[in-house]
């Protein structure tokens, strides 16, 4: 099965600070990554569409200047959460679209804590 | 009104039981289905994937469409704990393109 890897699984970092957090996949090579945010006992909502080698599509109410996403290679796509808040702690995760198919593989997520 | 509504449970049910979740939706131009399961803290993992209306079953799972009344279903026979998890129901409108999921509904299967 295509693996997609997450990395950092948690991370806590001052208010003010920047975090970037990693969506790779491992065994496919990923046209389209796509990045969501979950609050606890919701689901999940869609933050960005990201497309190797052009600029993300941010969904309506993201901020595009706060949540950069960079989909540097085929593989490999960031999300950087720049000036962090204490609201901006929640689940982050990706999912990644093998070239061809339909379905979207997940990463772990990231449970970011901004205190 | 969301354009995907599913009950959040919380659903507990006992061991061996027939576990029936389900989801409504608005926009008559999904075409693409899926159910994830989501254990806590994790990222969420496909179970089954539905194109258009009609049945596919795969194991303990069956994944049904009926896209005339806008409705998923996801059953799962013999129920066991080890599906206690939260269900995420999806959707889209193309092959590869974004997903809409539902809230999720929490399920526990008690021994």
């Known amino acids: 099965g295509a693996v997609v890897s997450q990395h950092p699984s948690w991370v806590i970092c001052k208010s003010g600070t920047s975090v970037k957090i990693e969506c790779r996949s491992l065994?496919?090579?990923?046209?389209?990554m796509f990045w969501y945010r979950q609050f606890p006992k919701q689901s999940l909502m869609l933050m960005a569409t990201?497309?190797?080698?052009?600029?993300?599509?941010?969904e309506q109410g993201v901020e595009k200047d706060k949540f950069l996403i960079n989909h540097a290679s085929l593989t490999l796509s960031t999300l950087t959460v720049t000036s962090a808040h204490p609201e901006d702690s929640s689940f982050y995760i990706c999912s990644a679209i093998r070239g061809g198919n339909t379905e979207a593989f997940f990463g772990q997520g990231t449970r970011l804590t901004v205190v | 009104q969301k354009e995907v509504e599913q009950d959040p449970g919380p659903l507990s049910v006992p061991e061996g039981a027939i576990v029936s979740l389900n989801c409504t939706y608005s926009n008559s131009a999904f075409q693409y289905f899926m159910w994830y399961r989501q254990y806590s803290r994790k990222g969420p993992e496909l179970l089954m994937y539905?194109?258009?209306?009609g049945n596919k079953e795969d194991g303990r799972f069956t994944a049904q469409v009926d896209k005339s009344s806008k409705y998923i279903s996801l059953f799962i026979r013999d129920s066991q704990p080890s599906d206690s998890a939260t269900y995420l129901c999806a959707m889209s409108f193309n092959q590869g393109g974004k997903l809409i999921f539902g809230q999720g509904t929490e399920l526990s299967v008690k021994p």
């Open positions: 065994d496919f090579q990923a046209t389209t």
């Open positions: 539905t194109y258009s209306s």
């Open positions: 990201s497309n190797e080698g052009s600029k993300a599509t941010y």
